[in-house]
């Protein structure tokens, strides 16, 4: 069992969440989806399809609107998965937009030091916890539904992406209210001064993932990664990190037409090919 998984708190039951903290709460690793295809047929086939417990959409590199989302968030939320969105930015409005939506949890970009955490905490957060405003949409369509339960149930990540993050990182894990921390590697990598990249090894990518890791252990939060592939997902799983990313769209999607273009010209490459005549 990861060290990460044993020490972090005891994960809510129910709510749009549900599949992650399932995950969670049988010690087990979270697998994400990431999506920047605005369609929802695409979303709801990957949610019906894939081995994942959440399907992220990514709103800050992606190409959704708020519309696009709504759709993809109900999709992905119908075929059993838990909706997440990565935030173009910490606007408190288009947070509770989202939330009202039923979206299951959110990942804030470039997030700097705790005291901006703790402005995202509260933005989720109903008072006296936080400021946000009550007013559920598709979120509030089951009967019975406590809007306020639901609340406490949202998963919030904050995400480490400079080196000025780094540096702040185990204050802005200590955060109330915050699930974890979320690295992005691309953007951290150009921080650091080693230019952007994903599924990364380089020492002080590896340093900056267990320093990230070992603050959320000691703060007993969560910890997540973006990845570009399932293989070096599975690696960051096994190092402890309890939200990793193994499947990208437009990545899974280049790989396939990388693969259909070799067998096309493999076929024709080998003798007896079968070439049509004139």
């Known amino acids: 069992m990861p060290e990460s998984l044993k020490a972090s708190a005891p994960s809510p039951q129910g709510g749009p969440a549900e599949p992650i903290h399932a995950a969670w709460r049988a010690a087990k690793p979270a697998r994400n989806a990431w999506m920047t295809i605005p369609d929802s047929y695409l979303a709801e086939f990957v949610a019906a399809r894939a081995e994942v417990e959440a399907v992220t959409l990514d709103l800050q590199h992606g190409l959704f609107d708020t519309r696009a989302a709504i759709e993809c968030i109900r999709a992905i939320g119908l075929r059993g998965k838990a909706p997440l969105v990565r935030l173009p930015d910490h606007d408190p409005a288009l ?5 009202d939506a039923g979206v299951a949890g959110l990942i804030a970009p470039m997030v700097e030091n705790a005291a901006e955490a703790g402005q995202l905490v509260a933005a989720c957060r109903y008072p006296p916890k936080g400021r946000r405003s009550h007013g559920l949409t598709r979120g509030g369509l089951g009967r019975g539904t406590d809007a306020f339960a639901l609340a406490e149930q ?4 904050a995400m480490i992406e400079t080196s000025h993050a780094l540096d ?6 200590a955060v109330d209210g915050l699930d974890g921390l ?12 080693i230019g952007p990249g994903q599924d ?3 020492p002080e990518i590896a340093a900056a993932l267990a320093r990230v ?3 959320c252990k000691a703060a007993g939060k969560r ?4 990845a570009a592939s ?9 190092k402890g990190y309890d939200l990793v990313t193994v499947w990208v769209d437009v990545v899974a999607i280049e790989a396939s037409l990388a693969d259909g273009q070799r067998q096309w010209a493999d076929h024709f490459a080998s003798p007896g090919s079968g070439v049509r005549k004139a």
């Open 154 to 157: 949202t998963i919030l990540f």
């Open 223 to 226: 910890c997540a990664v973006h």
């Open 168 to 173: 702040a990182c185990e204050r802005i894990a």
């Open 95 to 99: 947070i509770g937009f989202l939330l």
């Open 230 to 238: 399932a293989r070096y997902a599975a690696t960051m799983a096994g």
């Open 200 to 202: 990364r090894e380089e």
């Open 213 to 215: 890791s070992e603050s």
């Open 182 to 193: 979320f690295v992005g590697p691309g953007d951290l990598g150009i921080s650091l001064g």
